[in-house]
């Protein structure tokens, strides 16, 4: 069951390969394609790109984030 449902998140991530057309009556083939995706798997890869490249900083921010809320806390408590 889990390796069909992550075929299909891998077939929905990646798109369906769709071959460059090429004109009927012309002696130039062009040869390749490319992946045509859903726009959900395009805001997904943009996101994965993006965590991937900034992966330290987000980390970073998102701890210091919860150390701020922490000491919040322990100054709402401090001042009760």
């Given amino acids: 069951m889990w390796i069909n449902v992550l075929d299909k998140i891998r077939k929905w991530y990646e798109g369906k390969w769709v071959a460059y057309e090429n ?6 083939v062009i040869i390749g394609g490319d992946y045509e995706r859903h726009w959900t798997a395009s805001v997904a ?5 993006f ?15 919860v150390g701020v809320y922490l000491a919040l806390q322990q100054l709402q408590a401090a001042t009760q």
């Fill in 51 to 65: 965590y991937l490249a900034h992966w330290k900083w987000l980390w970073g921010f998102a701890v210091s984030l």
């Fill in 45 to 49: 890869r943009v996101l994965v790109t």
């Fill in 23 to 28: 004109p009927p009556n012309s002696s130039v």
